[in-house]
């Protein structure tokens, strides 16, 4: 029989390929496996294997063509009329010069992030009796922070303990203590710079009077203070105070200058990868960049992977340009950093990686408020206020359930979808400080009244910035709730790389039709954005089904209940 | 005619390198040279001038062995034209070496002179007429040759570049070299080891000009020991045949002028790139004003699909560069991934006695780019090693950042030095401290101890050094 064969997915983001030389001729009898064909995409040349043993009946192309991927490359003539189906069967084309392997190698690796400390080298011996304290270990899979504010001076006398400087995590802010009493001999970083964890932040001098030695052992103490993590990591979400409107000190670019230090292999990964060491923190010795580092980036900063143009294409990547002050006596300059920076940053990757589609529904929700004003009382009996997100969170996971493709996330690196066998539902809390979210882990294995006090210790603490920077992460979906303040939907961004993100709406007494009278009804909206790349519209629609259902019927949920 | 992938244009250690490197990639490629594999490293270059380097060192220390009791009656007989037979057989063996590689990897071969005509056609003149090379990608790796100066212009017997002198069969009774330079200082060293009266005439204020001082000033004094005569601060003006041989006029900077007779002259003042007959125009190749090719970090010339390596892109004329760029062409071409030209340590070595090599800034550049610098110093004198070896003259320096202890430069100036300076390529490019080194254990008792020692010494903690700077 006939069999078509085309040209296989060889590889993340290659759509086609070029036909450098065809290695079989028509009428070849070709042997399973055995290459037929070298295909050249943009990043490397590989040899395609054949699919099956047969003889070579027509060449489709010819060299030089340009031909995508799933067209048809050549048709062979197979005697075994069950022959598999030629996709399935093809074997993924290994690409002689790997265009990205080790990134995909390492995938592993993401489960595992915890870097290990940085190592505290001794102090160089010109630095006398002082002592050079380097940004600890802030909490899992956290390789650099930025600077908020300095809470000391050059020349201050600190006792042991006293915070020194605030620092901007992915999500909280800490405050860092000093892990000795002693003289601030010098702060090595200013206030908007990024600091790789294990980077010198100050150098401390000996203890008033006491003149310290440093020997190897006493260098390990910071190490273990910041290790403890819990201690050091006072989490403060500080208000980010603005310095008077001199316009002159602008945030530091987080693309730092001149050579970055990286060593040879390193440089040429991520010329690979198309990063650009300049925006990667590294861990290593003096700051130095890692392959672990770019892993890390990566996976972090998917979207600003690629940016650098890979070899053979000079990059171009223009520097954003100043905007002039159009009446600058009646504008302020007010420092982009800390946690409004930060939520930009994650904003922007989101939109520019997540194909988001909004899809808007409304909610019949008469009998949950009939229901939730009923618990209300016994939950206030307990001390707990109940509202109707923890019915909601339970609805949610009860859908997700049904719809584990909307509990996932791309592990883009490693071309792996990552089903979460767990419910960590994050809720989008509005703070002075700006949009945090704090997460609640295993929410499938928690009651109403658990959920609805954790809900409001939450968002209490989320108001005074008090949160741990662990209570942030891990969501596997968020909810945000926008209908408190107005408003009819909304179309919220993901909070990637989640995959899909719900805006709950005000409930409003709005006309409804039941058997063909028009009645009052509570009327809720519900919008969820969805991850297009990942999840469908039509599983999107059918998730929100499911979801309205628990919450129109809220005697269902019961039936989840554990 | 013939088609092919890619035409490689010198068989240099640019050209041949990059043409296995393909080879390797899968690419069909044609290198085409005028009959040398190896270019001018292999053939009258590098090899053939460390061959007689290493045997002038053998007389050397024969003459000195009786200072450790070893007595030679009378003075070593030296069968010049043995000596370069045997250096030929060692090109030889090069040679042959470099063209079954090249077999190995199905690289085509092609002897004859090269011209550009068109974007991607190439006319040779080879022994049996013009055959026409068509090539989607074009290497050019032609080198540089000599400059000469007038008056004196090269004959190829008695003034002559180094490809001359490799080749005379007679030792000289006594040599002029015209040029302070490195090739001069190697040549004239060697001869002088020989025992060939040599006088060296260099327009700058020191020999090697563009090497640190405090580096050169070792090897001065290694050459006046020797007895060569140094004129710094002076040109040749004038050449005349006298008796059988020649009477150079040399005017110093004072305009007192001197007459010195010898048998031989050298001319060592630089080097032209091979650009001019090369058809570039005809393909829109753009040169810089010296001749030069220039390229951009892929290797590629302002035609897109033309590349340049080695001398013919411009300085420092080193083989090792020709290579690494010849390495980093070819996987551009072969559209490897992540290839580009992002060397940070190019490791320079000068073969004079003692050696020199350098990698990294030097005290004066890393200056000049703003470093904060502090430097730590090892003379070759404390060393064990090197006064097992009667080699104590030389000394190691390192260069690094005051504030955050990167290694920004090394210099050394010492026997061996050569060999000891890649692992400071390696530190630079692996983004080492001083420290680093420092730390890092060096076995003993070697030459290498000392450049751990002269990284102790940038925090002014050397073992072996009674003074700190
Ligand atoms: C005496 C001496 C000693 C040296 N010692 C050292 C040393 O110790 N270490 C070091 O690193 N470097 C040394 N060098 C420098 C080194 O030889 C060069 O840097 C190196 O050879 C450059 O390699 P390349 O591939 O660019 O070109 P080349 O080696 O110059 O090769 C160019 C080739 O192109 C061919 N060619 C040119 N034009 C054409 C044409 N139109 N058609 C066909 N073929 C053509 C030539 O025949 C030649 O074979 C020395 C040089 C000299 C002269």
């Known amino acids: 029989m006939a069999l078509e064969f085309r040209l296989p997915d060889i590889g993340e983001g290659v759509a086609e390929g070029e036909i450098v030389k065809w290695l079989v001729s028509e009428g070849d009898s070709v042997q399973e496996d055995q290459p037929i064909v070298e295909i050249m995409t943009d990043k490397a040349t590989v040899e395609i294997p054949s699919p099956v043993s047969g003889v070579v009946k027509e060449r489709k192309h010819a060299e030089g063509a340009v031909v995508p991927v799933d067209d048809v490359l050549v048709v062979f003539e197979t005697d075994d009329a069950a022959a598999p189906a030629p996709k399935a069967s093809a074997p993924p084309a290994a690409p002689k010069a790997q265009a990205a392997p080790k990134a995909a190698a390492t995938p592993k690796a993401a489960a595992a992030p915890k870097t290990p400390p940085a190592p505290q080298t001794a102090p160089a011996a010109a630095n006398g009796g002082s002592f050079e304290f380097r940004l600890p270990d802030i909490g899992e899979g956290v390789a650099e922070g930025e600077v908020v504010k300095w809470l000391v001076s050059a020349g201050d006398t600190v006792q042991e303990d006293q915070p020194l400087v605030e620092i901007m995590t992915d999500k909280a802010t800490v405050e860092i203590p000093s892990p000795r009493a002693g003289k601030i001999q010098e702060l090595r970083v200013e206030a908007g710079q990024t600091v790789p964890v294990g980077d010198v932040l100050v150098v401390l001098s000996g203890s008033s009077g006491a003149s310290q030695p440093t020997p190897?052992?006493?260098?390990?103490?910071?190490?273990?203070?910041?290790?403890?993590?819990?201690?050091?990591?006072?989490?403060?979400?500080?208000?980010?105070?603005?310095?008077?409107?001199?316009?002159?000190?602008?945030?530091?670019?987080?693309?730092?200058?001149?050579?970055?230090?990286?060593?040879?292999?390193?440089?040429?990964?991520?010329?690979?990868?198309?990063?650009?060491?300049?925006?990667?923190?590294?861990?290593?010795?003096?700051?130095?960049?890692?392959?672990?580092?770019?892993?890390?980036?990566?996976?972090?900063?998917?979207?600003?992977?690629?940016?650098?143009?890979?070899?053979?294409?000079?990059?171009?990547?223009?520097?954003?340009?100043?905007?002039?002050?159009?009446?600058?006596?009646?504008?302020?300059?007010?420092?982009?950093?800390?946690?409004?920076?930060?939520?930009?940053?994650?904003?922007?990757?989101?939109?520019?990686?997540?194909?988001?589609?909004?899809?808007?529904?409304?909610v019949d929700v008469s009998r949950l408020v009939d229901a939730r004003s009923q618990a209300k009382s016994i939950a206030a009996e307990q001390g707990v206020n109940l509202t109707y997100l923890p019915y909601i969170v339970k609805a949610t996971v009860a859908a997700l359930k049904k719809f584990p493709i909307v509990n996932t996330s791309l592990d883009e690196a490693a071309g792996e979808l990552i089903y979460k066998h767990y419910y960590h539902i994050g809720i989008a809390a509005d703070t002075p400080g700006g949009l945090v979210v704090p997460v609640i882990k295993n929410a499938d294995q928690k009651s109403l009244l658990e959920i609805a006090s954790e809900v409001t210790d939450l968002a209490t603490r989320a108001r005074d910035g008090k949160l741990q920077v662990d209570e942030m992460r891990g969501g596997t979906f968020t909810i945000t709730n926008a209908g408190n303040i107005g408003g009819l939907f909304a179309t919220p961004v993901i909070n990637f790389p989640e995959v899909a993100i719900m805006g709950v709406h005000q409930i409003k007494d709005r006309p409804v039709i039941r058997d063909g009278q028009i009645v009052p009804g509570k009327i809720m909206y519900l919008s969820i954005s969805l991850d297009h790349r990942i999840v469908d519209g039509a599983v999107g629609a059918r998730f929100m089904n499911e979801v309205i259902a628990y919450l129109e019927q809220p005697d269902r949920l019961l039936l989840e209940m554990r | 005619?013939?088609?092919?992938?890619?035409?490689?244009?010198?068989?240099?250690?640019?050209?041949?390198?990059?043409?296995?490197?393909?080879?390797?990639?899968?690419?069909?490629?044609?290198?085409?040279?005028?009959?040398?594999?190896?270019?001018?490293?292999?053939?009258?270059?590098?090899?053939?001038?460390?061959?007689?380097?290493?045997?002038?060192?053998?007389?050397?220390?024969?003459?000195?062995?009786?200072?450790?009791?070893?007595?030679?009656?009378?003075?070593?007989?030296?069968?010049?034209?043995?000596?370069?037979?045997?250096?030929?057989?060692?090109?030889?063996?090069?040679?042959?070496?470099?063209?079954?590689?090249?077999?190995?990897?199905?690289?085509?071969?092609?002897?004859?002179?090269?011209?550009?005509?068109?974007?991607?056609?190439?006319?040779?003149?080879?022994?049996?007429?013009?055959?026409?090379?068509?090539?989607?990608?074009?290497?050019?790796?032609?080198?540089?040759?000599?400059?000469?100066?007038?008056?004196?212009?090269?004959?190829?017997?008695?003034?002559?570049?180094?490809?001359?002198?490799?080749?005379?069969?007679?030792?000289?009774?006594?040599?002029?070299?015209?040029?302070?330079?490195?090739?001069?200082?190697?040549?004239?060293?060697?001869?002088?080891?020989?025992?060939?009266?040599?006088?060296?005439?260099?327009?700058?204020?020191?020999?090697?000009?563009?090497?640190?001082?405090?580096?050169?000033?070792?090897?001065?004094?290694?050459?006046?020991?020797?007895?060569?005569?140094?004129?710094?601060?002076?040109?040749?003006?004038?050449?005349?045949?006298?008796?059988?041989?020649?009477?150079?006029?040399?005017?110093?900077?004072?305009?007192?002028?001197?007459?010195?007779?010898?048998?031989?002259?050298?001319?060592?003042?630089?080097?032209?790139?091979?650009?001019?007959?090369?058809?570039?125009?005809?393909?829109?190749?753009?040169?810089?004003?010296r001749g030069f090719i220039p390229v951009d970090k892929y290797q590629r010339t302002n035609v897109s699909h033309i590349y340049a390596i080695g001398d013919v892109i411009g300085p420092p004329f080193l083989a090792h560069k020709a290579s690494k760029e010849g390495l980093i062409a070819a996987g551009v071409i072969a559209a490897e991934a992540g290839v580009e030209n992002d060397v940070r340590a190019m490791p320079a070595v000068i073969f004079s006695d003692p050696e020199i090599a350098t990698v990294g800034l030097s005290e004066e550049e890393a200056k000049k780019a703003g470093h904060e610098i502090r430097i730590g110093r090892f003379s070759m004198q404390a060393s064990g090693r090197a006064m097992t070896m009667q080699s104590t003259d030389g000394m190691v320096k390192i260069i690094a950042d005051a504030k955050s202890d990167l290694l920004l430069g090394v210099g050394i100036v010492a026997r061996g030095a050569s060999d000891l300076i890649s692992e400071a390529a390696l530190a630079i490019e692996m983004g080492a401290a001083a420290e680093d080194l420092a730390l890092t254990v060096h076995p003993h008792p070697t030459l290498s101890e000392t450049i751990m020692e002269a990284a102790e010494a940038v925090a002014d903690r050397a073992i072996h050094s009674l003074s700190s700077h």
């Open chain 1, 216 to 362: 190897a052992g006493v260098v390990a103490e910071p190490v273990a203070v910041g290790a403890t993590a819990a201690p050091v990591a006072r989490s403060t979400s500080a208000p980010v105070t603005a310095p008077s409107g001199n316009g002159s000190s602008v945030a530091a670019p987080v693309r730092r200058a001149g050579k970055v230090l990286a060593t040879p292999a390193t440089r040429k990964l991520a010329r690979e990868l198309g990063i650009d060491l300049q925006l990667v923190p590294g861990t290593g010795p003096r700051g130095r960049v890692t392959k672990d580092d770019l892993d890390r980036f990566q996976r972090r900063s998917p979207s600003a992977v690629g940016m650098m143009a890979p070899t053979g294409t000079a990059p171009a990547r223009p520097a954003p340009q100043p905007l002039a002050a159009v009446e600058p006596e009646r504008e302020e300059r007010v420092p982009f950093r800390g946690i409004r920076r930060k939520i930009a940053e994650s904003m922007t990757r989101s939109m520019y990686t997540a194909v988001h589609f909004t899809y808007v529904d409304e």
């Open chain 2, 1 to 289: 005619m013939h088609s092919t992938d890619v035409a490689i244009i010198g068989a240099g250690p640019g050209g041949y390198v990059a043409a296995i490197r393909l080879g390797q990639l899968g690419k069909k490629v044609t290198i085409i040279d005028r009959g040398y594999p190896g270019g001018v490293c292999l053939n009258w270059g590098c090899i053939p001038s460390k061959a007689l380097i290493h045997a002038a060192d053998v007389v050397d220390e024969i003459k000195n062995a009786s200072s450790i009791g070893i007595n030679i009656s009378g003075e070593p007989q030296i069968d010049f034209a043995k000596m370069i037979a045997w250096k030929d057989d060692v090109v030889k063996k090069l040679a042959g070496g470099v063209r079954q590689l090249l077999e190995g990897q199905k690289v085509q071969w092609l002897e004859g002179e090269a011209r550009l005509s068109g974007a991607h056609r190439i006319e040779v003149r080879t022994a049996n007429g013009v055959e026409t090379v068509e090539a989607q990608s074009i290497l050019v790796a032609t080198g540089a040759h000599p400059i000469d100066i007038p008056g004196f212009e090269f004959d190829g017997e008695n003034v002559v570049h180094s490809r001359g002198a490799l080749a005379w069969q007679k030792l000289p009774k006594s040599l002029v070299v015209i040029g302070g330079g490195v090739i001069g200082v190697e040549m004239g060293t060697l001869f002088a080891k020989l025992g060939t009266e040599v006088t060296i005439v260099e327009l700058m204020d020191q020999i090697l000009p563009g090497t640190d001082p405090e580096l050169t000033k070792v090897v001065q004094r290694g050459l006046k020991k020797r007895k060569v005569a140094l004129h710094l601060e002076s040109k040749a003006t004038k050449l005349e045949k006298r008796g059988g041989g020649y009477a150079v006029t040399i005017e110093n900077k004072k305009g007192k002028t001197e007459v010195v007779e010898c048998e031989k002259v050298l001319v060592g003042v630089g080097f032209r790139p091979n650009t001019k007959d090369l058809g570039l125009e005809s393909a829109g190749v753009k040169l810089d004003e």
